[in-house]
Nanobody
Framework: QVQVVESGGGLVQAGGSLRLSCAVSGIILRINAMGWHRQAPGKQRELVAGILWGGTTNYADSVKGRFTVSRDNAKNTVYLQMNSLKPEDTAVYYC??????WGQGTQVTVSS
């Protein structure tokens, strides 16, 4: 049984920062990629940032220069450092593993 657990969401003022964590446990033969996605009310889920286990990263244009994704392979954990947050970043943030397993999400709310 694979478990994906996000943490670190919360309420922050515009311009503030948050750091999300995503911990993976269970039996996975190989983790190739992990991603952070978000879904705001009334909108489709979108990819925010992804990281391959070799370290290659990609970001949505809307977060480039503000968000940084990183990983700790030994801990099967991925982080999303979010700086200069904007109200439009408000969403539920989800973590994915190999595009197959998903966490339950963590709420990020940015007040203006």
């Amino acid at each position: 049984q694979v478990q994906v657990v996000e943490s670190g969401g919360g309420l922050v003022q515009a311009g503030g920062s948050l750091r999300l964590s995503c911990a993976v446990s269970g039996i996975i033969l190989r983790i190739n990629a992990m991603g952070w996605h978000r879904q705001a009310p009334g909108k489709q889920r979108e990819l925010v940032a992804g990281i391959l286990w070799g370290g290659t990263t990609n970001y949505a244009d809307s977060v480039k220069g503000r968000f940084t994704v990183s990983r700790d392979n030994a801990k099967n954990t991925v982080y999303l450092q979010m700086n200069s947050l904007k109200p439009e970043d408000t969403a539920v943030y989800y973590c994915s593993v190999n595009g197959r397993w998903w966490g339950q999400g963590t709420q990020v709310t940015v007040s203006s």
